[in-house]
């Protein structure tokens, strides 16, 4: 077997994981109306949907994994300055336009949701400073 043979089939052995972490969140959206059928009566199945939004940190840790795995062969056995800030640059050119689309869409819609169901805006995480740390990524 050729190592990039055995790369692929590693990382689509983690197939699995992903489709753990995607249930897991759709679970955790789905939380009211599995209430009302009464799927949340069985045991602990509460307790693992509620903590449902740690499947997109799954997904998270499981993206950086496999490009960590596949690049570590590009990048060569030493480490390089030059070739590290190159990776660097191509994942974060990759993920923050979409992260800051989505941060400037999500924000005026907390608004306009509240407006029109008549919700309350005094969140902790919706202020000026929050945002500040939103946008540069380190919210968290």
Do not use: C
């Amino acid at each position: 077997m050729t190592p990039s043979h055995t790369i692929n089939v590693f990382i689509r052995q983690l197939t699995g994981i992903r489709f753990v972490a995607a249930a897991w969140v759709l679970l955790y959206h789905l939380q009211g109306p599995l209430n009302t059928l009464g799927v949340l009566a069985i045991p602990i199945l509460p307790d693992v949907m509620r903590v449902g939004r740690l499947g997109v940190d799954l997904f998270f840790e499981l993206y950086g994994f496999i490009l960590t795995h596949t690049y570590l062969t590009r990048l060569g056995p030493r480490l390089s300055g030059r070739k590290t800030i190159d990776f660097w640059w191509l994942r974060l050119a990759r993920v923050y336009p979409v992260h800051l689309v989505m941060l400037v869409v999500a924000g005026p819609a907390v608004f306009a949701q509240a407006k029109i169901t008549g919700a309350d805006l005094d969140l902790d995480w919706l202020n000026p400073i929050a945002f500040g740390k939103n946008v540069l990524l380190v919210q968290e």
